[in-house]
């Protein structure tokens, strides 16, 4: 505990807040144009995890993660770009949102549908 002396020397430094996901600056989502599409491994995780190099509208060039099974994504693709980092991959802070714009949904998807941009089945 300091003494009030030592208060008056120097001051208590405020704690920088952290930014959270700069490229979207502050917006829910943005939209963005797909500069390239591949494949992303990383050494320890065996999966072949998909993502995208996406231009956003604010003109920062981002990576964003395609979540779900396949995709439709290619160059010049209009994607919808959310928050969300990937733990598997360093640098990935995006995920882009399934069922809008040109991003389609997964197909026969059950489970979990709103997160992939599925309708509800037609009841038989």
């Known amino acids: 505990m300091p003494t ?3 208060l008056i020397k120097n001051m208590r ?3 920088k807040k952290r930014r959270v996901s700069r490229g979207l600056q502050g917006c829910p989502q943005r939209r963005g144009v797909c ?3 591949y494949i992303n491994p990383k050494k320890p995780n065996s ?11 604010s003109g920062i060039e981002i990576t964003a993660y395609i979540p779900g099974i396949g995709h439709n994504l290619q160059e010049h693709s209009v994607v919808l770009v959310r ?6 991959l360093p640098g990935v802070k995006y995920h882009i949102v399934r069922g809008t714009l040109d991003a389609a949904a997964v ?8 997160k992939y941009g599925v309708k509800k089945p037609k009841k038989k």
Do not use: M
């Open 13 to 15: 430094c405020q704690k």
């Open 83 to 88: 928050g969300g980092r990937v733990k598997d």
């Open 107 to 114: 197909k026969d998807r059950q489970q979990g549908r709103s």
């Open 47 to 57: 999966a072949l995890r998909k993502v995208a190099r996406v231009r956003l509208t």
């Open 35 to 37: 500069a390239r599409v």
């Open 4 to 6: 009030i002396s030592q």
